[in-house]
């Protein structure tokens, strides 16, 4: 698995790259990967932007957790969080198509979930489709069914891979 995940990142880096800078007129040096300074992901439209100063430089389709309205209150409760967070840790081995932390729950999100006597929760990811799929792509594609976090398709997760790295900002709205 992993040896084909560097095959796929050597292979399409370039790709990514040439689409990435010619997104919105953005122009870089040729094979020089431009990364994104943030991301803005709206939930109600299940949409995630990737922004490089002013610049739309991408936006992909996503899904998000099984209860998808409102902020993440605790640990278990199927909602993707809300506010601004940071892209920390990255997962090439995980049991989806690459992985991406979301620094949730900061100290706000820890405050909220102890004053009600909840764990906050935690591990919201931005991810690719499993990699063992129990149903049809095209059902991970067309609904919510993560369990708070943001998922991507298997293409997409390649180009966030690429644009994104630790510390990135993300917000996340309704």
């Given at each position: 698995m992993y040896r084909k995940?560097?095959?796929?990142?050597?292979?399409?880096?370039?790709?990514?790259?040439?689409?990435?800078?010619?997104?919105?007129?953005?122009?870089?040096?040729?094979?020089?990967?431009?990364?994104?300074d943030r991301v803005v992901v709206h939930k109600g439209k299940r949409l995630m932007e990737l922004?490089?100063?002013?610049?739309?430089?991408?936006?992909?389709k996503i899904s998000l957790g099984l209860a998808p309205a409102g902020h993440k209150q605790r640990e278990g409760d199927y909602r993707t969080p809300e506010g601004r967070y940071r892209l920390t840790r990255r997962n090439a081995q995980s049991d989806f198509f690459l992985a991406v932390q979301v620094s949730y729950p900061e100290a706000a999100d820890v405050a909220l979930?102890?004053?009600?006597?909840?764990?906050?929760?935690?591990?919201?990811?931005?991810?690719?489709?499993?990699?063992?799929?129990?149903y049809s792509r095209d059902r991970y594609l067309g609904t919510d069914w993560t369990d708070g976090c943001i998922a991507l398709s298997n293409e997409d997760?390649?180009?966030?891979?690429?644009?994104?790295?630790?510390?990135?900002?993300?917000?996340?709205?309704?």
């Open positions: 995940l560097l095959i796929l990142i050597i292979v399409a880096a370039p790709l990514a790259a040439a689409r990435a800078d010619s997104i919105g007129g953005l122009a870089a040096p040729a094979g020089v990967l431009q990364p994104v922004y490089r100063g002013a610049g739309l430089v991408a936006s992909y979930a102890r004053k009600n006597g909840w764990p906050p929760g935690g591990a919201i990811m931005v991810h690719g489709l499993p990699n063992q799929l129990k997760m390649l180009d966030f891979w690429l644009l994104t790295g630790q510390g990135t900002p993300i917000e996340i709205r309704p």
